[in-house]
């Protein structure tokens, strides 16, 4: 059975009709919560599903009763939220209230009430999507979610945010890293969240983000170089592969294997080939050595700070 709260109309579950006018006998209510804290009263609202229903359970109800004369449905609903489809969306986000743990920890019930009715009465009219971390974050109530339940969608957002860019080297990434890693500080808020690459992210391993960010201020310049690199095999790679493309449609249309323009065209793609794999190589070197940079300052600084505590 379905209840609806009289006064706002969104779906009531358990939760959202028991109230304590009671004084502890259980009691359902013919509105919700959120209509409730606003201020407004079951008794001046009808509902006859939940009257029937405390009825049936041997539970009190408060509300106004219904008069058996009374054809005309009297209750003057305070707002009444019009679209269908805001409204599943809103009763989504409620029961994805009720069923994270997560999020009850981190917002009472009594901060979100207020929120829903701001929304009612249509205070704030924010654009929901379904999603609920999107969702919770659009209708101004901030929640830290833990990394190992980062799904998707939130990594997605993360990369996104950063434009698929490592924060530390420029480059192309995508790992969702913590700044400070959980091994050490257990902190998985948004705010200890970052985009790397996986170089990047590996050379960091469990250094203190404080001390690898100094590191690697230092060399910027090498950083820019990096994505240089990293720009220009792309680009060599790409019209490698349009080349190869041309060579393997162009040997279909001659049907011959051995033909002057062929040779040519093979000629230009080993040569091409042969700058790439030059370029490759000065990239990996650039990469190991400031791999080297990195390991070798970090091993002096532990051993200066085993040196401090003996
Ligand atoms: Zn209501
Ligand atoms: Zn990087």
Request: with cysteine; net charge negative.
């Given at each position: 059975m379905k209840f609806r709260c009289s006064s706002c109309r969104l779906r009531m579950k358990a939760l959202h009709f028991h109230c304590e006018e009671g004084r502890g006998q259980p009691t359902l209510a013919s509105i919700c919560d959120i209509c409730r804290q606003a201020?407004?009263?079951?008794?001046?609202f009808e509902n006859d599903p939940v009257q029937l229903f405390a009825q049936t359970l041997n539970m009190r109800y408060a509300g106004k009763l219904i008069e058996q004369?009374?054809?005309?449905?009297?209750y003057h609903a305070?707002?009444?939220?019009?679209e269908s489809e805001f409204k599943r969306q809103l009763e989504n986000l409620i029961v994805n209230y009720d069923t994270n743990e997560l999020v009850q920890r981190q917002v009472a019930r009594k901060t979100l009430n207020e929120v829903l009715w701001s929304i009612l009465t249509g205070k704030i009219k924010p654009t929901l999507t379904g999603d609920y971390k999107v969702d919770f974050a659009a209708v101004g109530l901030r929640i830290e979610y833990d990394l190992n339940n980062l799904d998707f969608i939130a990594r997605e957002i993360i990369r996104r945010q950063y434009n698929?860019?490592?924060?530390?080297?420029?480059?192309r990434g995508n790992s969702v890293d913590h700044k400070n890693p959980v091994s050490l500080s257990d902190d998985n808020s948004l705010e200890n969240l970052t985009l790397a690459c996986q170089e990047c992210n590996g050379i960091k391993g469990n250094m203190p983000y404080y001390f690898f960010v100094h590191l690697n201020n230092q060399i910027q310049g090498v950083n820019r170089q990096l994505v240089d690199y990293e720009n220009l095999i792309n680009s060599l790679e790409q019209s490698f592969r349009a080349r190869h493309n041309q060579l393997i449609a162009r040997t279909h249309l001659k049907n011959?294997?051995?033909d002057p323009e062929l040779r040519h065209l093979r000629k230009q793609n080993k040569e091409l080939q042969a700058a790439i794999d030059s370029v490759n190589s000065d990239y990996l070197e650039l990469r190991n050595s400031r791999r080297k940079y990195f390991s070798s300052q970090w091993k002096m600084h532990r051993m200066v700070e085993q040196d401090t505590i003996i």
């Open positions: 201020g407004l009263s079951a008794r001046d004369n009374n054809e005309q449905e009297t305070a707002s009444v939220v019009q698929h860019r490592c924060q530390y080297c420029g480059r011959v294997i051995d």
